[in-house]
């Protein structure tokens, strides 16, 4: 008897039969609670049996899973795989096939292979230089880098203020100046890397080729790089800090770098060495002094870490915080070796808000030829990336020049 039925029964016994009937109520009532009673512990006898099955099938999946001792996944799982195999195997064996059939995500890296001279982008690599480029010594760590799909980046930059007045209730206004706007075109050139490796370094399968590759190429780049940064002549390089004009900072103009002599020819003031770096400090804009940052080499370097004020403390102080490099007058001191040593006339140390003041324009991607055949047995990656740099703002770097005047 089924639920549906047993209500039926309820129904019938307790409202059906007419009033003064022979057969009693309450019987009728008592018989059809007793069924339902009976139901319903059939039906919670079957729910758990089957409760009871499934239960079980859930704990030997369990066992199942858990039996056998399967290998932990690592949890370093590298982000794309297929892009680091299809690599390796382009650069072992010269087979780009792979790597024609991923798809590329980034804006100016939709595409795997260049349609000229079989070049290939490879945007994961670049991403890997220019991480170690970055955290060299070069000026392109403390600069402004921007990224440009054309041959050359544009700075717009305003060379003066706009004129202002004080005005009553009343009085009419008169004009004021209009500032000017200057527009600085820095193009961009072809820096290149030739590194080379046997045939059987490339054949072992242990070799981290592409780590290899990346390092390699992120050597030759910086060291081009840093050099073209400070010195560059702006041929067929990006134009250096110290290849821009020079004067006197009490005559400072646009266009040129403002300097501070030190007093001395070749070196230091003999009586007060110290007065020279801190006229540079103050010579720069105090809009650009609190994100200042000095520009030195090792060599000149030793020579300020020597420095006192006139109460005998030394210029150069310890970090305040643990692991913090020691600051001069306050400010982070870059090692950069292609900075000038001190000499006659010689602008050695440099002072500024780079990142306000100097402006590293480059494409993103990087380009690789593999060519085993100039140089066998061994394998040659010609290595290919676009960028430039130039001076964005006169007033945001300043030189120190040893000089007597």
């Known amino acids: 008897m089924n639920k549906t039925e047993t209500k039926a029964r309820v129904a019938e016994g307790a409202f059906g039969a007419p009033a003064g009937a022979t057969s009693g109520p309450a019987s009728e009532v008592k018989s059809a609670l007793a069924g339902f009673i009976s139901d319903l512990k059939d039906f919670q006898s079957e729910m758990k049996s089957k409760l009871q099955e499934q239960e079980e099938r859930m704990t030997m999946l369990d066992r199942k899973s858990t039996g056998f001792g399967r290998p932990a996944l690592s949890s370093a799982v590298e982000a794309d795989l297929s892009h680091k195999s299809a690599f390796d195997t382009y ?61 050359s980046f544009d700075v717009l930059i305003d060379t003066t203020d706009v004129g202002s007045g004080w005005a009553s209730e009343t009085a009419s206004l008169s004009e004021t100046s209009t500032p000017t706007i200057d527009r600085i075109t820095i193009p961009l050139y072809e820096l290149s890397a030739l590194p080379k490796a046997s045939q059987r370094l490339l054949d072992d399968s242990a070799f981290d080729i592409e780590s290899w590759l990346a390092g390699r190429i992120a050597d030759r780049f910086a060291g081009a790089e840093a050099s073209a940064f400070i010195n560059g002549d702006g041929v067929d390089k990006p134009t250096g800090i110290l290849a821009h004009a020079q004067v006197d900072n009490d005559s400072w103009t646009w266009g040129s770098l403002g300097t501070i002599s030190t007093g001395a020819d070749g070196g230091f ?15 720069l804009g105090a809009q650009y002094r609190t994100n200042g940052t000095f520009v030195m080499n090792s060599k000149t370097a030793g020579q300020v870490r020597k420095l006192k004020d006139a109460d005998g403390r030394f210029l150069w102080s310890d970090g305040l915080a643990a ?14 070796e292609d900075m000038p040593d001190i000499a006659s006339d010689a602008a050695a140390i440099a002072f500024g808000d780079f990142s306000a003041g100097y402006t ?38 300043k030189l120190l020049k040893f000089s007597a005047a």
């Open 323 to 336: 692991g913090e490099p020691a600051r001069l007058l306050g400010y982070p001191v870059l090692i950069a």
């Open 269 to 283: 003031n003999a009586s007060n060495p110290a007065d020279a770096i801190v006229e540079l400090v103050y010579a």
């Open 91 to 151: 650069v072992r064996n010269g087979d780009d096939d792979a790597l024609r059939g991923l798809a590329l995500e980034g804006k100016s890296m939709s595409t795997a292979v260049n349609g000229d001279g079989g070049y290939l982008v490879d945007p994961q690599t670049a991403n890997m230089i220019k991480t170690v480029l970055k955290s060299t010594a070069s000026i392109r760590s403390i600069a402004n880098v921007v990224n440009v799909e054309a041959t």
């Open 360 to 397: 590293v324009a480059e494409r993103p991607d990087l380009r690789i030829l593999r060519d085993p055949f100039s140089a066998k047995p061994h394998v040659l990656f010609y290595a290919t990336k676009r960028v430039g740099g130039d001076v964005s703002d006169f007033a945001a770097i």
